[in-house]
């Protein structure tokens, strides 16, 4: 069984950075696929970055391709996001979750992934 927990999340300015982790519980975190999503009011939860299980392979939103890096550590089982030149457009409820299908590459798709954490809230003021 796998939990995720994110944590990070806050109210900042635009242009600043913010550093989102989350931390998974249970043995088998290190073989999945992971990845961080977001959902502002009104709109549909979308794929923000993603990551393959050991690490080598990402994939990220055209909206946040050079400011947003995706990491992760296995053997601490956590997943990072960290997020650089906050724009206002990124606040959203941030989520990071987990495919178990145990396949080997990236992730995209929102119904691929069967494990979610709470969330976190992201605020960028202008």
């Known amino acids: 069984q796998v939990r995720l927990v994110e944590s990070g999340g806050g109210l900042v300015q635009a242009g600043d950075s913010l550093r989102l982790s989350c931390a998974a519980s249970?043995?088998?975190?290190?073989?999945?696929?992971m990845g961080w999503f977001r959902q502002a009011p009104g709109k549909e939860r979308e794929v923000v970055a993603a990551?393959?299980?050991?690490?080598?392979?990402?994939y990220y939103a055209d909206s946040v391709k050079g400011r947003f890096t995706i990491s992760r550590d296995n053997a601490k089982n956590t997943g990072d996001l960290q997020m650089n030149s906050l724009k206002a457009e990124d606040t959203a409820v941030y989520y990071c979750?987990?495919?178990?299908?145990?396949?080997?590459?990236?992730?995209?798709?929102?119904?691929?992934?069967?494990?979610w954490g709470q969330g976190t809230q992201v605020t960028v003021s202008s």
């Open positions: 249970g043995r088998t975190f290190s073989r999945y696929a």
């Open positions: 979750a987990a495919d178990r299908s145990l396949h080997t590459g990236v992730e995209v798709r929102t119904t691929a992934y069967d494990v």
């Open positions: 990551i393959n299980w050991s690490g080598d392979s990402t």
